[in-house]
């Protein structure tokens, strides 16, 4: 089917079934570039819809391919991409939610989070997808890390106090909540006893408290990350974590006003039994 109606929609295009490639074309006037793209991304697309929906899945796809292209273009514009690659922290599915006929650059990050490829070009951060990252080759093996450039440019944050709440910010920079990645130097309270319970309400805020601070402490967070998230424009997720070394597992959160913590019970203080009430059952 690709092969039959991709040069129609765009006459020029060359497709290689045998190979499972693509050569779209783009530019203006003597200026024309091209590149060869597999169509794995779209064939998978589409086997998970009926067959009646294959055409207009096709179609935005390869206009989308087009799309990417021209950006890639002008990208260059602006200096060396590679250098210029960032990485977010956002909640699982949040790309999957929001993402467009091509599909985003991104690394997985345990059941509650996933790592999203940007290209900050100028001031504004764009999302780097598949297929542009192909096309500027930037899964070349030689080619700085997005994590590793973002974990440079965060490095510098220190932790704020808020009534038993520590806190990483910076306004307005959404590379923040990457801090979770590199929680071995922003938070090393991590991997220290019980760990830290901890939120992500905005891309520019991390907060956390020990874990086994207690109900109250635990509360305390609950509604400082609630509030926090509530009306951000930066929003990340208005849950709890309890965050242990290399484990994170989400703390459950009350609907009630003010929400509560729903602490597992290894986060609970255990009552302390004398030798006298182990002998006389009490």
Known sequence: MIAELAPIWLPGCVVDAEQRTVEVGWGRGALQMSAVVGVGEIVDRCLQLPQQRWPEQIEAWLRAVVAEGELATQEHRFGDVAERQRALLVQRGWSARTAG?????????????????FIRTGSELRRLTVVRRSMLGLGDPDVPSPVRLTLEEIADLEPQQHNGISVLSRDDDPLVSMAIVDRDNLLPQASLGAGVLIGVPRLSTVAYCP???????????????????RGAPDQCSPDLYWLQGDQ???????????????????????PRRTWLRHLFGR
């Open 101 to 117: 006929p091509v599909a985003d650059a991104l690394l997985p990050f345990g059941d509650h989070f996933e790592v999203v490829v």
């Open 211 to 229: 874990a086994d601070a207690g109900q109250a402490h635990a509360d305390s967070l609950a509604r400082w990350v609630a509030d926090s998230y």
């Open 248 to 270: 994170m597992v989400q703390v459950p959160v009350t609907l009630a006003t003010p929400p509560t913590a729903v602490l597992p019970a290894a986060l609970k203080p255990q």
